[in-house]
């Protein structure tokens, strides 16, 4: 028996009959699932190298050494796309200089678009009584460019409180200031080593379907969440378990439902948290999976409050919510005590918050960014140099923004003086990130 339907039947199962052109039908549904031409004379006959496979040895499993392919080289390598990389790329490109930009996702924003994290969270803060928008720069441009897109996009911010935005319409946003920025862009890859010569960074290795690659680079900003390039380069490091958690958002809810989302009807939360290492796999499958059930078992309970019949669980985050793992024992270590504190640093390139209504401010100085041994590499985002205490304010989403910027103008800096990350001239980084909108107090 012929079991087949026509498009317009297909479409019309699928409910999308009345939104059909908005979708691209005809490129979702029409006779594009049969191979043209230019698809079966692109198939190629291929055979990978197997001398270049990991062996069995002794019952020991050896990497054979083998040369790289480089991909390219440029004067700033970025290593995350996330708010501190996006924020560090942009940042070095205005300076000129030829910027490379690798993340492991196929989208920008990292915690804040892929891990739902949608409260641009210390944006504002109370400064000497007054609210200060004290996260500038490309924060704020990022914020701008979603409110000129519609009342959809984020939440007021003009109040002076801390905005919620949508994830799709933030990844929409960053990846076109990223393009127009000029960066070479890959994504999909994933930096796992660094390049040495001696002690001095040279660039990264990247895993990628196109598989294992490099990058050289004058100076490379870390801004992988995690550190993992300058652990990699042998910096040193503290590392932490800490609190992971699981975003998702609901949507169908009630009009008279309190929700924190641009989108009528639409409420963004938390799973809950557990203890676990963000640097052990065991863990973050295990979190993976036990959060999920979680959030729907949540879910489900949900639909049964009066005027959530209609509820449903539009999106969980396709990345956890893992806070803190390796933070840079650097040039400068943030103690809290000291870093919400004015007068405690003279090279301070940045100052980050926890709410609108926050006493205190953490004052980021610029040799939190910089290892104390390893040259040729500049930490940005949730990985600089601090306690826990300080970690809690400047692994916000903001604060993200606020060192990446400031880690890009110092790499780009470094490139055009021809000198260490170290030996930046602290003076000029400062007015080139006030002229560039940064906040410095």
Request: hydrophobic fraction near 40%; charged fraction near 25%; include cysteine.
């Amino acid at each position: 028996m012929k079991n087949s339907c026509s498009r317009r039947e297909f479409i019309n199962r699928l409910g999308l009959s009345s939104v059909a052109a908005g979708f691209c039908a005809n490129s979702l549904f029409a006779d594009q699932f049969s191979p043209t031409k230019d698809e079966i004379e692109s198939g190629k006959a291929m055979t990978n190298d197997r001398n270049k496979s990991a062996v069995l040895k002794g019952g020991r499993i050896m990497q054979p050494e083998r040369e790289l392919i480089q991909k390219c080289d440029v004067d700033v390598l970025v290593v995350g796309g996330g708010p501190a990389g996006v924020a560090a790329a942009i940042a070095a490109r205005k300076l000129g200089v030829n910027v490379a930009l690798l993340e492991r996702y196929g989208c920008f924003g990292g915690l804040f678009t892929a891990g739902l994290v949608l409260l641009l969270q210390g944006t504002f803060s109370k400064v000497k009584g007054e609210t200060v928008q004290v996260a500038r720069g490309v924060n704020e441009e990022l914020i701008k460019r979603l409110t000129a897109l519609g009342s959809n996009c984020i939440t007021d911010w003009k109040n002076g409180k801390d905005p919620d935005a949508d994830p799709e319409s933030s990844k929409y946003v960053l990846s076109e200031m990223v393009r127009e920025s000029g960066a070479k862009v890959f994504l999909h890859s994933w930096g796992v080593d660094a390049v040495m010569d001696g002690d001095k960074v040279k660039g990264a290795v990247f895993e990628s379907k196109s598989g294992r690659q490099a990058i050289l680079a004058k100076i490379v900003v870390d801004a992988s969440g995690d550190g993992d390039i300058y652990a990699a380069a042998g910096a040193e490091y503290t590392k932490y378990s800490r609190y992971i958690g699981l975003v998702y958002r609901v949507g169908g809810l009630s009009p008279d439902k309190k929700v924190n989302s641009p989108i009528k009807g639409v409420r963004w939360g938390g799973s809950g948290n557990e203890m676990g290492d963000g640097l052990n796999v065991e863990d973050l499958t295990r979190l993976e999976m036990d959060l999920r059930k979680r959030i729907w078992d949540s879910f489900e309970k949900t639909k049964k409050a009066p005027g959530n019949e209609n509820a449903f669980l539009l999106d969980v985050a396709s990345q956890l919510g893992v806070r803190i793992t390796r933070l840079l024992k650097g040039v400068t270590h943030m103690a809290y005590d000291t870093a919400v504190k004015p007068d405690s640093y003279k090279d301070i390139i940045g100052i980050a918050s926890k709410s609108p209504s926050a006493k205190n401010q953490v004052y980021i100085p610029y040799g939190a960014l910089v290892p104390k041994t390893v040259d040729n590499v500049i930490a940005a985002g949730r990985c600089i140099s601090m306690d826990l205490n300080s970690a809690e304010t400047c692994r916000l989403i903001p604060a993200c923004f606020t060192t990446g910027m400031a880690a890009g103008t110092a790499a780009a800096l470094a490139v055009k003086d021809n000198c260490t990350p170290r030996d930046v001239n602290v003076g000029k980084l400062q007015g080139i990130l006030k002229e560039n909108g940064a906040y410095l107090g």
